[in-house]
């Protein structure tokens, strides 16, 4: 079955320490990839993706994130921590599969990312 | 450029009312999904339009209903209201519908069914 596992439920970094947030994906496929992040009541904001080519994506507020086929894994990171990226994080996964998988994400249950000044 | 617009915000139901809540996408996108964030299940996928046709359905029942209009607004209703109903849905547009796109989210209908 697809799925996505966040295997940490919380995170703690210290401001300025680099922080990983994990992710894991179990597709057939090649899968696309997403990192969302969600602050206390609101939406959620679009980070990154990897779709293909290089597996080290940048995207918004200084995160990066890492794509690794042989260990199926797309961590978050940052090299250094802000108290304000303090949020949940979700990461998710689309699949190839037909025409009835494409607007379908799959997210992880969500990583709290807690920044201590 | 607006984002993603959800009406209402919050909304209050009793056990077996009926709620219909609306998205507006963002200007020119034309594909609109929904998903159902509880803290028990997380974030599940519950429909997506494009086209104003339903192109893609999550495991939900068939108390969960929705529909696109031609200017891409979209409305999803659940009727006859249970208790684990109660959740933030979320409506996400993307460009158009495919593998690659992104998706994001407007800010949610927060609805509490007593």
């Known amino acids: 079955a697809q799925s996505v596992a966040q295997p940490e439920d919380q995170v703690n970094v210290a401001e300025g320490n680099p922080l990983t947030v994990k992710c894991t994906y179990s597709v057939s496929g090649n899968p696309y990839l997403f990192w969302y992040v969600q602050y206390p009541n609101r939406g959620l904001q679009f980070l990154l993706k990897?779709?293909?080519?290089?597996?080290l994506v940048k995207g918004s507020y200084g995160f990066e994130a890492e794509f690794n086929k042989s260990q199926t894994s797309f961590h978050l990171k940052k090299p250094s921590a802000l108290v304000s990226d303090s949020a949940l994080y979700f990461c998710?996964?689309?699949?190839?599969?037909?025409?009835?998988?494409?607007?379908?994400?799959?997210f992880g249950q969500g990583t709290t990312l807690q920044v201590k000044p | 450029k607006a984002g993603v617009t959800q009406t209402p915000r919050y909304l209050i139901k009793t056990r077996g009312q009926q709620v219909t809540l609306s998205c507006s996408p963002i200007s020119g996108h034309r594909s609109v999904s929904w998903y159902q964030q509880t803290p028990g299940q997380g974030l599940q996928f519950l429909f997506e339009y494009f086209s104003e046709t339903q192109r893609n359905k999550g495991n939900f029942p068939g108390r969960f209903s929705g529909r696109q209009f031609s200017n891409s607004r979209s409305e999803m209703n659940v009727s006859t209201l249970e208790l684990g109903d109660s959740a933030l849905y979320l409506c996400a547009s993307s460009l158009a519908t495919g593998i690659q796109e992104t998706q994001y989210f407007g800010p949610g209908t927060r609805l509490l069914v007593l």
């Open positions: 998710a996964v689309r699949f190839p599969g037909g025409s009835g998988n494409t607007g379908k994400l799959i």
């Open positions: 990897y779709i293909t080519g290089d597996n």
